[in-house]
Structures are given as structure tokens and as C-alpha cells.
Antibody, heavy 118, light 107 residues
């Protein structure tokens, strides 16, 4: 059974840092791109970042570029999102998502909540 | 960057009704358009990929059409389990953009 389990969310003060992790099971992440997608409370979906199967290529939304860094550990079958210089508008549920070709997001984790507040 | 719009934002319908949701891209996205269903408190679920490919185990009452800039998601006969918010999403030049969503509820 395919599973994606996010962890690491919580309450952070503005300007702070946090690292989200996503543990995959039921498939080998090295064969897929992986993504983070976020959803602010009561709002729509926003793609945040993606990383290629090899880990060689990463891409970010303009709103997080330079502040967030996505990485993967194929040996541990996991991906991470290091988030720095956090702002109130980063508050959201962050979903770890498996990606296929052409940006098809075929499997989603249950999400991890990040709240940025003083 | 490509922008996505959806209409309507909110839709109220009865069981058995035919429901149509429109999605428009600001530029040509060919057929790189996917649809997701999100129920309250749950993660989104992929329904349709590449504009018209129904995912495995998705009921056949769902269908998708379109290419270029204009796309449609249709539910041929609305069922209680279909109450959800539906998002379209495009893929272009390694960047992904979602539409704002259409919330479907019962009349």
C-alpha cells in the first residue's frame, strides 16, 4: 500500500525555521518526482516545490524561492522541506505529494500543519 | 506564469443532476490539465489526468474534456459522495498552478 506520512509541523515565530519530513512506503521514491503542496486555512492549493527522482533538480514557487529548500534521501525513502525566514503567510497544511510525468500529482499524504505566529 | 480560473466558485445541485465545472488557463497548456477532488478535512485526490484520462477506481460518472486553454469537468449524475471542492491544475515549464476551486454542495 502506498503511504506518505508527513511530520515536523508545528507553531513557529515569524523569522523562524522548521523542517518538514515525509516518509514514503509502498513504493521507491527514486522512481518519482516528489512535491510539496500547501493549503492555507480555508484557501485553495498552492504548489510549493518539486524535486526530481535523482534529486539533481529542484524547482520552487516564487513565494518560497530562497527561503525553502527541498531535499530527498532515497536510501531512507524520504523527502524533506527546510523552511527558513518563515512568515505568517506560510501558515498552511503542507502536503507531500508523489508526482508523475507532466505534473500529475497522483498520491497525497494527509498533511502537516505549520502555523507561523508570534 | 500561467494563471488558472474556475467557474463557478460555488455550485448547488440536486442528487442526479448533471454538473459542469469550467477551468480556463491564461495560456495554452495543451492537454496538461489535471482535476482533483478534495473532501472536507481530507487530502486532495487525483480524478482525471491529461484533461480526459479517468484515474483507476474513479466512477465513470466523472469525465473531463478540453485542450489548449478551456477545460471542463462533468459529473453526469451527482451523488452524495461527490460533495467536495474540485480543483484544476496545469503543468508548464516545470511549474504547477492550481485553479481556485469549485465547491459543490446540495441544493
Amino acid at each position: 500500500e502506498v503511504q506518505l506520512v508527513e511530520s515536523g509541523g508545528g507553531l513557529v515565530k515569524p523569522g523562524g525555521s522548521l523542517r518538514l519530513s515525509c516518509a514514503a512506503s509502498g513504493f521507491t521514491i527514486g522512481s518519482y518526482s516528489m512535491n510539496w503542496v500547501r493549503q492555507a486555512p480555508g484557501k485553495g492549493l498552492q504548489w510549493v516545490s518539486s524535486i526530481s527522482g535523482s534529486g539533481k533538480y529542484t524547482h520552487y514557487a516564487d513565494s518560497v524561492k530562497g527561503r525553502f529548500t527541498m531535499s530527498r534521501d532515497n536510501a531512507k525513502n524520504s523527502v524533506s522541506l527546510q523552511m527558513n525566514s518563515l512568515r505568517a503567510d506560510d501558515t498552511a497544511v503542507y502536503y507531500c505529494v508523489r508526482g508523475l510525468i507532466r505534473g500529475i500529482l497522483d498520491f497525497w499524504g494527509q498533511g502537516s500543519l505549520l502555523a507561523v505566529s508570534s | 506564469d500561467i494563471q488558472m480560473t474556475q467557474s463557478p466558485s460555488f455550485l448547488s445541485a440536486s442528487i442526479g443532476d448533471r454538473v459542469t465545472i469550467a477551468c480556463q488557463a491564461s495560456q495554452d497548456v495543451k492537454k496538461y490539465l489535471n482535476w482533483y477532488q478534495q473532501k472536507p478535512g481530507k487530502a486532495p485526490k487525483l480524478l482525471i489526468s491529461d484533461a480526459s484520462n479517468l484515474e483507476t477506481e474513479v466512477p465513470s460518472r466523472f469525465s473531463g474534456t478540453g485542450s489548449g486553454t478551456d477545460f471542463t469537468l462533468t459529473i453526469s449524475s451527482l451523488q452524495p459522495d461527490d460533495i467536495a471542492t474540485y480543483f484544476c491544475q496545469q503543468y508548464d515549464d516545470l511549474l504547477l498552478t492550481f485553479g481556485p476551486g469549485t465547491k459543490v454542495d446540495f441544493k
